[in-house]
């Protein structure tokens, strides 16, 4: 956020205050409301879920699709508990803490993994995060990774929205080695958030009561031509068996440890009209075709 909004004249405002300065100079089209609170505290948790639940574009509707962009699991686990709750989807995103990684996740209540379906380490073991920093230290930070995490997040929200290409579940990325790795994550049956439980079963229900749609495998038709005045014929690429012989021989003389890449296959001609060595030089073969 600091490094991709804010500007230098924006100083002494909230951050949420200066993404929305910068965002709406950007797109003054687009409508925003902001809300600058903790939404991991028991109230502001409450006022979060009545705005996911009635905070769309249509009056009183729920909001289409959540983004997570903030940089702590405390605030990723209020987010994830609070669309399991009302089976909202949400996207998830992070940047490790080196600053040369990070991932963004698709995560629909009951069908994918939430986020405490495979939760890290820190939230496994119910260690506080805040015993894992040292005092002082701040961790690394490189908008250009950002800015890489953030496009690729926001080219699945499109993606997603408007219906067009292959949604990533989940993709990450490796700075270090341009290395894109994706996966999808099934639901834990045994995940610690009761609401996950429950929106498996309901998507398993779904499921169940959907139609079930037969695949019909079409037959392969062969292709007939009716006539064939140029006589051409399709022939296997491969070798005879004696050309596998012949290749498997040359192959027993290599010595231990030495492999063949490609072989030559033997030409065999038995099956057709060869044409013989000849003392005639290049130009007397150019005379006898001028003659023709």
Request: charged share 25%; proline share 4%; with cysteine.
């Amino acid at each position: 956020m600091n490094r991709l909004f804010f500007q230098p004249h924006q100083a002494g405002l909230s951050k949420v205050e200066a993404a929305e300065h910068t965002l709406r100079n950007i797109n003054p089209d687009v409508s925003f409301e902001t809300h600058n609170y903790n939404i991991t505290t028991l109230d502001n948790f409450t006022h979060f879920m009545e705005r996911l639940s009635h905070g769309g574009i249509a009056e009183g509707k729920p909001v289409d699709l959540v983004l997570s962009c903030v940089d702590n699991f405390e605030a990723r686990m209020a987010i994830n508990a609070a669309c399991n709750e009302l089976g909202q989807v949400w996207m998830e995103s992070g940047v490790s803490e080196n600053a040369v990684s990070g991932h963004i996740q698709l995560i629909i209540p009951g069908e994918t993994a939430c986020f405490a379906c495979a939760p890290p380490l820190v939230v496994a073991t119910n260690i506080d995060e805040k015993t894992l920093k040292r005092e002082g230290v701040c961790a690394a930070s490189l908008p250009t990774t950002m800015g890489v995490v953030a496009g690729v997040l926001v080219q699945n929200v499109l993606k997603y929205l408007l219906k067009f290409g292959s949604v990533s579940y989940y993709l990450g990325y490796n700075a270090m080695q341009d290395f894109f790795p994706t996966m999808a994550m099934k639901a834990n049956t045994q995940c610690n958030d009761r609401h996950c439980r429950r929106q498996q079963d309901e998507y398993k229900k779904r499921e169940a009561e959907r139609p079930k749609v037969e695949v019909v495998q079409e037959e392969e038709v062969a292709v007939v031509h009716e006539d064939n005045e140029w006589g051409i014929e399709l022939v296997s690429e491969e070798a005879n068996e004696d050309t596998q012989a012949a290749a498997a021989a040359a192959l027993a003389d290599l010595p231990e440890g030495i492999a063949a890449a490609y072989t030559i296959p033997v030409v065999n001609t038995d099956a057709g009209e060869t044409v013989e060595e000849t003392e005639q030089s290049l130009d007397d073969l150019m005379a006898q075709m001028r003659k023709l």
